[in-house]
Nanobody
Framework: QVQLVESGGDLVQPGGSLRLSCAVSGVTSDYNIGWFRQAPGKEREWVSCIRMRDGIDHYVDSVQGRFTISRDNDLNTVYLQMNSLKPEDPAVYYC???????????????????WGKGTLVTVSP
């Protein structure tokens, strides 16, 4: 059974940094893990994706160069390091998993089979 548990959400000032964690269980190296976010009143947005097998990653343009996704296969954890946080970054951040597929790479949330419950990121002076 695949389970994902996010942690690390917090209140941070603009320009600050935060690292989110996603504890993953029940996945294999064939899985892709993605981070998505949803702000109040907005649709869920894809942020980043990583392939557990080899760490190949991909980002939405708005976070490219500021966010870094990584994984620790020994700890079964996927991280999202967020730097230079902006007022448009606050949201509930979710991690999600898919098996063999491409939804993660194209940012298709509907194709992700497993979801965590999310962690709240707030950016405020």
């Amino acid at each position: 059974q695949v389970q994902l548990v996010e942690s690390g959400g917090d209140l941070v000032q603009p320009g600050g940094s935060l690292r989110l964690s996603c504890a993953v269980s029940g996945v294999t190296s064939d899985y892709n893990i993605g981070w998505f976010r949803q702000a109040p009143g907005k649709e869920r947005e894809w942020v980043s994706c990583i392939r557990m097998r080899d760490g190949i990653d991909h980002y939405v343009d708005s976070v490219q160069g500021r966010f870094t996704i990584s994984r620790d296969n020994d700890l079964n954890t996927v991280y999202l390091q967020m730097n230079s946080l902006k007022p448009e970054d606050p949201a509930v951040y979710y991690c999600a998993a898919e098996g063999l597929g491409s939804s993660c790479w194209f940012g298709y949330s509907s194709g992700m089979a497993y979801w965590g419950k999310g962690t709240l990121v707030t950016v405020s002076p």
